[in-house]
């Protein structure tokens, strides 16, 4: 099984800093790492799909990088609406898995 | 817009059972691979099984594995979820979700709550 460490798991950030999230596989997994953001009482919704592919609808703030085993999301210039937790997850190989959850809070 | 829409959950005594459903609309369910996923209160995110458009492979998280069975009626554009042997670590929030072209979820429902107690 994939094991992916996520941190921190906890930011405390004010609006329009840069928030930065990594994420650790255990093992090679390629570029098969998504980003999703989750909003209290919400389902997840996918920010960042294949490591770094944007998707269609989220702001151009949210990036993602890397490859193998460290992945970052960055968001850059933190507005009050991105205050939720945010997970990695690799579809590279069965059982898919996920991140711990880094919570994102605004100061 | 996809709609993917849950529902069976409640209530379940320990060693019990109960059958999730997800109705899926607005895209063409029959060309989707399919994923149910968990969380439980104040946890993150489980992953606990796949299966493919034409339910040709189907794969289980170990927590799950021989007690849940999933499957699908392309016909009726539905998910399913029955789940048995059901223990108070299987209290949590269960989703449907699409999977993308690579297996990840890409569009997900609102969940419906499964709580396991006496």
């Known amino acids: 099984e994939i094991v992916l460490t996520q941190s921190p798991e906890f930011q405390s950030v004010a609006p329009k800093e840069k928030v930065t999230i990594t994420c650790r596989a255990s093992?090679?997994?390629?570029?098969?790492l998504h980003w999703y953001q989750q909003k209290p009482d919400q389902s997840p919704k996918l920010l960042i799909k294949?490591?770094?592919q944007s998707i269609s609808g989220v702001p151009s703030r949210f990036s993602g990088s890397g490859s193998g085993t460290d992945f970052t999301l960055t968001i850059n210039s933190l507005e009050a609406e991105d205050a939720a937790a945010y997970y990695c997850?690799?579809?590279?190989?069965?059982?898919?898995?996920f991140g711990g959850g880094t919570k994102v809070e605004i100061k | 817009e996809v709609h993917l829409v849950e529902s069976g959950g409640g209530l379940v005594q320990p060693g019990g059972s109960l059958r999730l459903s997800c109705a899926a609309s607005?895209?063409?369910?029959?060309?989707?691979?399919m994923n149910w996923l968990r969380q439980a209160p104040g946890e993150g995110l489980e992953w606990l099984s796949y299966?493919?458009?034409?339910?040709?492979?189907?794969y289980y998280a170990d927590s799950v594995k021989g007690r849940f069975i999933i499957s699908r009626d392309n016909a009726k554009n539905s998910l399913y979820l029955q789940m048995n042997s059901l223990t108070d670590e299987d209290t949590a929030v269960y989703y449907c979700?699409?999977?993308?072209?690579?297996?990840?979820?890409?569009?997900w429902g609102q969940g419906t709550l499964v709580t396991v107690s006496s």
């Open positions: 294949y490591a770094s």
């Open positions: 299966i493919s458009s034409r339910s040709n492979n189907i």
């Open positions: 997850h690799q579809s590279s190989s069965f059982p898919l898995t």
């Open positions: 979700a699409r999977a993308g072209f690579g297996d990840y979820s890409d569009s």
């Open positions: 607005d895209f063409t369910f029959s060309a989707y691979n």
């Open positions: 093992q090679s997994i390629g570029s098969s």
